[in-house]
């Protein structure tokens, strides 16, 4: 998968545009988790090193979902794939819907759609929520994830092409080790995927 960096004139991002090194067999993948956006620090970034921050966290929630894990390898044996709702670090807290959009259309779909075998799209946080959607109804006229607070709609199941949704709360960040109860929900929604593909 080639993906060329982004002329996209966004404000609101620090214009460094990194996608995931992922060097394993795309057609073993079948859960992807979509966080919200890289961190400005590319070493914390997924594939890089796993010592830095955004595995870390990862590593936790997995732990905390009881299954242990220790490197990339061991989620790539899993089935899983870790990427990013947007491709550059947020400028500050927020960015606006249409860069969600622009970043998802140009490139999060055409990274989806090379994993084939996929069952299961878990969006990690608001970001990669609006991202999927927007991907799914561009390319089918459907949200399969419906609005609405995400503690509301999480244990609801949804479903479309034969790919289970799970809207859940980011797993990458400081907030992760702060908000317990999302913590919570976070390892509940990775128990429900893993579950799924089993």
């Not at 890289?38 to 966290?57: I, M, Q, W």
């Not at 779909?109 to 999927?132: K, Q, T």
């Not at 399969?144 to 990458?172: C, D, L, M």
């Amino acid at each position: 998968m080639k993906l060329e960096r982004c002329d996209y004139p966004c404000t609101d991002t620090n214009r460094d545009f990194i996608i995931p090194d992922f060097r394993g067999d795309r057609s073993t993948i079948r859960i992807v988790m979509v966080s919200e956006a890289p961190s400005a620090d590319h070493s914390d970034y997924f594939y890089r090193d796993e010592r830095g921050a955004f595995f870390l966290t990862t590593r936790t929630a997995f732990g905390d979902a009881g299954c242990a894990i220790s490197s990339y390898d061991d989620l790539t044996r899993m089935g899983v794939y870790l990427t990013t709702a947007i491709k550059c670090s947020k400028s500050d807290y927020r960015v606006s819907a249409g860069t969600i959009d622009e970043c998802s259309s140009r490139y999060l779909a055409r990274e989806l759609s090379s994993f084939a075998g996929v069952r299961v799209i878990m969006c990690m946080g608001d970001f990669a929520i609006r991202a999927v959607n927007r991907i799914y109804r561009n390319a089918y006229g459907v949200t399969p994830i419906p609005k609405g607070p995400t503690y509301k709609i999480r244990n609801a199941t949804h479903e479309y092409n034969g790919i289970v949704f799970i809207p859940s709360y980011t797993q990458t960040g400081d907030s992760f080790n702060i908000e317990q109860s999302k913590r919570k929900m976070i390892a509940e929604d990775i128990g429900k995927a893993l579950e799924i593909i089993r």
